[in-house]
């Protein structure tokens, strides 16, 4: 099946989304640089991300988990000039990559990327921070119950939370899979049921270039 998926999301963007330099300058540097693409986004899903910043009239968004940008640079694109994007990475090599992306694409909005344990970086946010309109959660999946609560302290009613990768090609049912990053996704789900701070949430399973996964939508009360 995965041959028919890749291809069908070649058919999807070979009509819909436009070809930009700046996200494939990000790709063509993730090849380059000895990491794998796989963790991006995918172009189609990029363009949802986009759509779901211009959907919500976001000017301030946080994403947790930059890796090479890529998902960055397409919800930047959602921005109004205005806007303010806070990106959060963990890894100093991924860092390093992004801060290269990101200074190559330009963007005409406020990127500021931070470098550090996600989970410390949003503690240590200054307590007037206004909140964010749209929250992109893309990174360490045993942490994602942890970025969870703690976007909700950054978050107001109408934020938008995304959690990518919550399926993981069907893992997160199979009970003999006790991976960390498995029993976080499921942690996770816990989290989300039946949250008193959310009206509604949802989660979506995705097929396409990246495989069998999916992701959460989760909307702040
Ligand atoms: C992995 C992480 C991701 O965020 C993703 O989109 C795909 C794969 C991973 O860690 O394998
Ligand atoms: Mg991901």
């Known amino acids: 099946m995965q041959a028919q998926w890749t291809a ?6 070979s009509f819909l989304i436009a070809p ?11 090849d380059a640089s000895g990491y794998s693409n796989h963790l991006a986004v995918a172009p189609n899903q990029g ?3 986009q759509m779901l910043v211009q959907m ?36 100093d090599t991924h860092f390093k990559l992004a801060q290269n992306n ?17 989970a410390e970086v949003l503690r240590q946010l200054p ?10 959660i893309d990174a360490d999946k045993q942490s994602y119950a942890e970025y969870l609560q703690l976007s909700l302290n950054y978050s107001r009613s109408g934020t938008l ?17 006790h991976k960390p990053s498995i029993v976080g996704l499921r942690d996770c789900f816990a989290t989300l049921q039946n949250h ?9 399973q995705t097929v396409g270039c990246k495989g069998h996964d999916g992701l959460a939508l989760a909307l702040v009360k």
């Open 102 to 118: 990101l200074a190559a694409a330009k963007m005409p909005v406020e990127i500021d990327l931070r470098l550090g344990r996600a």
């Open 196 to 204: 008193p701070r959310l009206l509604s949430c949802t989660a979506l």
């Open 56 to 91: 919500n009239q976001a000017k301030r968004v946080l994403e947790i988990g930059t890796y090479a940008a890529y998902s960055t640079i397409w919800l930047a694109r959602g921005l109004p000039t205005d806007g303010y994007l806070l990106t959060i990475e963990g890894r």
């Open 127 to 136: 307590s007037d921070t206004p909140a964010f309109d749209l929250i992109f």
């Open 161 to 177: 939370i995304i959690l990518d990768n919550v399926i993981r090609a069907g893992d997160i049912i199979n009970p003999r899979n």
């Open 47 to 49: 363009m949802l991300l």
């Open 20 to 30: 930009d330099p700046r996200l494939e300058y990000a790709s063509a540097q993730t």
């Open 8 to 13: 069908i999301d070649q058919y999807i963007e």
